[in-house]
């Protein structure tokens, strides 16, 4: 089974909740875990669908951005499925209700090149937003287990 | 193998070149007016249904020819097409991405946007079938091309 975590924005906060799923962040991590994703080189076309691991559950965990064309990449993952008659479950995860103001302003501010600034935000909505990231990755893991 | 032909919204210029690749045209005179505007899937894809690879024939060689509408953000697609074959182990050598969009016109794209976006048919499809009247040399080459590789992969 895959689970990609997408967003219809760029990969990097689908990547934060899917190292939270893969449990490879812990609260004294969280500040060098978010400049690490965050500051990575942002290419729009290389390594946008990215593998990140496998779970402990055998799942293996993916992180998407979609740049505003979810329903492109929605409407080609069900076609290539059914070319290619792949029978494998994906899971897929919307992450977008996560971005809450301080996580929006964050990252405006580090396009700006005001990182330090910027990372304050993000961690700050980040934080906001952990219990929120807990209750999803709970829920997937719930999921699989019932499949 | 399977060969995609892509543009924008993969009704009007990726039609005509896979019409022409799967023998639908014929290969040499420009084709009537009639005949492009009764093809199949001609500026019939709508918006919605960008991103959905539509079968469109097999060529002589037994290759399954497909349209495709990739949207603005064709480069990001692709790739993700690509990379989301990879994760399932799927050979990407077996797929040729032909982009068909490089040829058209300004007008083209106008009576595109106007038929499929403002639903002005009437309008916008004589200006597209009319551009690729004119563009059709231009297609029936890049479908010589695209048949020229394929044989020397088999």
Known sequence: MKIIFYSSRDNKLAKWIAYSYLNYINSEQITKKIEDIFLEDDDLFKNNLCYLGNSSDNCQVIALGCYGQNNIILNLITALNNIYSIQEEVILINIDSIYNSSINLGLKAIDFKLQGLGFLLLKKGIIAERSKINKLVEEIKERIEID | ?154
Do not use: W
Not at chain 2, 32 to 57: C, H, M, T, V, W
């Open chain 2, 1 to 154: 193998m399977k060969i995609i032909y892509y543009c924008y919204g993969g009704t009007h210029s990726s039609v005509l070149a896979a019409a022409i690749h799967t023998g639908q045209l014929v290969s040499k005179g420009v084709p009537s007016k009639k005949q492009i505007n009764d093809l199949a899937l001609y500026d019939k894809i709508s918006k919605k249904e960008l991103g959905r690879p539509f079968f469109y024939g097999a060529d002589e060689f037994g290759n399954l020819v497909y349209v495709l509408g990739l949207g603005s953000k064709r480069e990001l697609i692709k790739e993700f097409l690509l990379d989301y074959l990879k994760l399932f182990n799927i050979k990407t050598e077996e797929i040729i991405l032909v982009a068909a969009l490089p040829y058209v016109s300004s007008f083209t794209k106008i009576g595109g946007f106007l038929s499929r976006r403002l639903g002005l048919v009437s309008l916008g499809r004589p200006i597209v079938t009319y551009t690729l009247q004119k563009l059709y040399p231009e297609y029936d080459n890049l479908v010589s091309q695209v048949k020229a590789k394929l044989r020397n992969i088999d």
